[in-house]
């Protein structure tokens, strides 16, 4: 991993129907790191993610891809820079009337220019990516959630982008299905991917996060290692806030 930051983001604000929904957030991110943002519901963690895609303009704050500061006004450097960096989304947005490799394909041919042959080829070299090389032909109300999901990714990763934002990826899925989009997501993580991603997957996180940012309120109120922020000795607010989603998760 990189010592280098790929992504920086400095002193971030972001308002929303006159509410503060982050507050002066700051961090960075290596080449190859997996970070992962947790904490309650209504933290800051999806409005965070769609300021770093400028989804939502920040107010305040800067953020910096490979060292260069993104102005939002300037709409070619913005266009260049939303091509670097992936998103997905908990709802997939995928085109219904497209099947699965024209998902793919599509940006490849409208973004980048790709002659129909060669987008289609490279579409199908990400499909097969995310083990769906047997459903190009499928359209999104044939897939399950799931393979849905892997679609969206594949469609990112069509891009070449450096660094990946997930925003609870398995979020609308069936428990039986959301290991399916981690075991992409670990792929991804062991080939070298950079991501950011909001879950609330606890396995995932202790197994494959680099660093946790724990969000509340639109701040980063602790930032560390799995290790560090989830011993049982920690007294963090992280481990208490995790321990109690799986008593919640157990049920009674």
Do not use: W
């Amino acid at each position: 991993m990189s010592e280098t930051p790929v992504l920086e983001v400095e002193d971030l604000c972001k308002a929303l129907g006159g509410k503060t929904i982050l507050s002066d957030v700051s961090f960075s991110v290596r080449r190859g790191e997996m970070k992962v943002l947790i904490g309650p519901s209504g933290g800051g963690k999806s409005t965070l993610l769609q300021c770093l895609n400028f989804l939502h303009i920040p107010d305040s704050g800067v953020i910096r891809l490979e060292g260069q500061a993104v102005d939002p006004r300037a709409r070619k450097a913005l266009y260049g820079y939303r091509q670097q960096v992936g998103m997905i989304f908990q709802d997939y947005n995928l085109f219904d009337h497209l099947n699965a490799l024209d998902n793919v394909a599509l940006a490849l041919r409208k973004v980048k220019g790709l002659p129909r042959g060669d987008a289609e080829a490279r579409a199908r070299a990400e499909l097969a990516r995310v083990g769906l090389s047997d459903k190009e032909k499928l359209y999104p109300a044939e897939l399950s959630g799931g393979q849905k999901q892997r679609v969206s990714i594949a469609r990112a990763l069509a891009m070449d982008p450096k660094v990946m934002l997930l925003d609870e990826p398995t979020a609308a899925l069936d428990p039986e299905l959301i290991g399916e989009v981690l075991t992409v997501i670990r792929g991804l993580a062991r080939d070298g991917m950079t991501m950011i991603m909001a879950t609330h997957q606890m396995g995932f996180v202790r197994s494959m996060a680099d660093e946790i940012l724990f969000m509340q309120e639109g701040r980063v109120i602790e930032q560390g290692t799995p290790e560090a922020l989830l011993d049982v000795e920690a007294g963090s607010r992280t481990l208490d806030f995790c321990t109690h989603l799986a008593e919640f998760e157990a049920g009674p």
